[in-house]
């Protein structure tokens, strides 16, 4: 019983021991996630005369207005000549800080950018401060980027800057750590005032916050945190530590906070009350910062092919634009997307450079019905082209704002009142509620339908096909959109569709000989309909040498397997022991015949029965022999007696040998087929 008592005891001794580990580390974050912004004593002391101030703070931010504060970015330049960070990049990071601050009436703009082609300073050894003073702007944020930053003790770490008791104005960010879009934000809340959300300077902070204004952070509207780190914050933002206060009650602390070491990531937001406080410090104790009232504002950011866009400039006493003008304003007409950049030069000697993103678009931006019904609402469509745009639209005539009904990342969804008439309406892109375009106009029109016109559809009475044609139907609608149900001569329905406007083509099966079939119209909003007939004539099928012998001959010359005859051409192809014959008008129907034929005849097209052209040499006879002759019809049939000739010798036969003008009949084509002593020697092809 002893024993068991002893290890009992022991076992909840290490237990307890285990989490006083787990919480001095929870209260210690990792190297990696660390600013070293320390609080001074004098910073503590100062802390109550400002606690004293905020009797109404979210009053004093409410009755604010913006403040643009000068900031001076020393970039530090390598052996190389690589900046340890691009304009590029450090644009993008000031419109994350502003976006931050824009709740404690603060925004800030780069007064000055200064290349600094110092190598100690890359890898920055907070030893080395001192040397920072003599690159230091009076008057403005001085922001420091080094490539590195090693602390005093050996470590590396993210940035440190001062709290208004120091009266410093400068901070220090490692570049690999001010990419990330928080860790300028964290220290420049630092900058004004604001402690780490797991501050324990003024004492540990408990999980209730009861102790909220002399403990933690002393802002009461952000949980207390034990100390977050990435190990205890999921990649999706949830807290999993396990800490717990000295009553034993669990943390929930707040993972999102800029002033948390949660992570990077996560971190998106101030408190209300950590607005407010920023607003005060900087009343109470950064008004020296220089306040700069540059601007640029464009007609809109997105435009269409031939769109000029006017921008305008504010703020300074010179103006020069990357476009080689100067001045406040210019309009340009920019024919692809482009980037527009002006240098501002102030009275307090502020050199600010602004740029705007200019996007070329096209109208498939835009979806909406181009037709609706009277009295019917209508769904539109815009495409989202950045993550903080926003968009708003109007309609023209009466200015009501349309109601969004969805949005996602790349669409955003308006709904129409119901409409009684054709409509226009204005669209307008803003940015965070900042940056505003102008009105477009004439991007998005509906018409309504109060009814169609029927009169303006045209389509022929009447047409003919070839057997087994499909047909192609060409139908001319100059009325609206309109439907069509497509009736046979019985009333059994074939097929239907609809009708845009303009011509088109309707194409349907055509197992049809001498009838009609009826188009009934409707439109949109089935108000009203039409029907139309239209006859379908089949025409007649005849067989190739019928056709022919309608034909006097007039044909190229012989031995082409495609001649022209009447309108149209004769097309000869050998295809194995067959001859495909194929005539192809201009006009009409297609008419085809296959011919049984060895592929050891000869194709030689005669025009001309008197040609003088042989038709064939026999090489020389020793004996005498029989040469028989025999004439075809394209069916098979014979059209002539045998002819039987005794040949010896070395002899050439010309076809009037064998045949008269008149022994054939009318024109057409033949075959005709020479044998000697019963062995076939020659196979030729005559057209007449």
Known sequence: MLKRKLNFSF?????????????????????????????????????????????????????????????????????????????????????????????????????FINYIQQPDFVNFDRSKERALSAYQEAGTINVFIPKRIRSNTGQNICGFTYYPAQARDYMVIASSCLKNESTLIHEMGHFFGLYHTHEHAFGYELANGANCTVA???????????????????????????????????????????????????????????????????????????????????SHFYFFDGDSIDLEAKGGSFYRWNTGEAGKKIRIKPDSSTQVQVQIYTENQCEVVQSHSLIRVDQTIFKFPDLVCKGE???????????????????????????????????????????????????????????????????????????????????????????????????????????????????????????????????????????????????????????????????????LEDFLSSYISQLGSWGDSTISIGDGQLKIQKEGDFIRLRYMPTEGCEIEQLVRWSEQASLMIYSDLFSSSPLFTSSSISANKSLKFEVFNLFGERIDQDINIIVQGQNIFYIHDFLSSNSLGGNGIFLVRVSLDGELILRKLIIK
Not at 64 to 91: R, Y
């Open 11 to 111: 076992l909840r001794l290490l237990s307890y021991l285990l989490i006083g580990m787990m919480l001095f580390l929870s209260q210690t974050p990792s190297v990696s996630d660390s600013c070293e912004t320390d609080i001074s004593d004098d910073q503590i002391q100062l802390e109550s005369f400002i606690q004293n101030q905020l009797i109404d703070p979210l009053g004093l931010q409410e009755k604010s207005d913006i403040k643009n504060l000068a900031i001076t970015a020393h970039v530090i330049v390598d052996e190389n000549g690589d900046p340890s960070i691009t304009f590029e990049q450090l644009s993008e990071e000031l419109e994350s800080l502003n976006r931050a601050f824009k709740g404690a009436g603060l925004s800030f703009e780069i007064c």
């Open 377 to 543: 609402v209508a769904e539109i469509k815009i495409k989202r082209l950045s993550s903080h745009q926003n968009i708003l639209v109007r309609e023209e005539s009466s200015g009501q704002f349309l109601d969004m009904v969805d949005f996602d990342d790349s669409t955003f969804t308006f709904i129409t009142t119901p409409l009684l008439s054709n409509t226009d309406f204005l669209v307008s892109s803003y940015y965070d509620r900042v940056h505003v375009t102008s009105w477009q106009k004439d991007l998005i029109r509906i018409n309504v339908v109060p009814g169609t016109s029927f009169q303006n559809i045209k389509l022929p009475k009447q047409l003919e096909i070839c057997a087994d044609e499909v047909v192609e139907l060409l139908i001319d609608n100059q009325s609206n959109a309109i439907r069509y149900v497509l009736l046979d001569q019985s009333g059994g329905q074939m097929r239907e569709g609809s009708l845009r406007k303009g011509k088109q083509i309707v194409s349907f099966a055509a197992d049809i000989k001498d009838e009609f079939v009826q188009f009934i119209f409707f439109d949109k909003c089935n108000i009203g309909s039409t029907a139309r007939k239209v006859q379908i004539k089949a025409r007649t099928e005849e067989s």
């Open 216 to 298: 933690g952070d002393l802002i009461c509207d952000t949980p207390a945190d034990p100390g977050l780190r990435s190990s205890n914050v999921t990649e999706e933002c949830v807290y999993v530590g396990l800490n717990f206060d000295a009553g034993k009650n669990y943390y929930y602390p707040p993972v999102n906070n800029f002033m948390s070491y949660s992570r990077k990531s996560c971190r998106m937001e101030f408190t209300a009350m950590q607005l407010a406080k920023m607003r005060l410090v900087y009343h109470l104790f950064r008004t020296h910062i220089k306040l700069l009232g540059t601007a640029t504002e464009s």
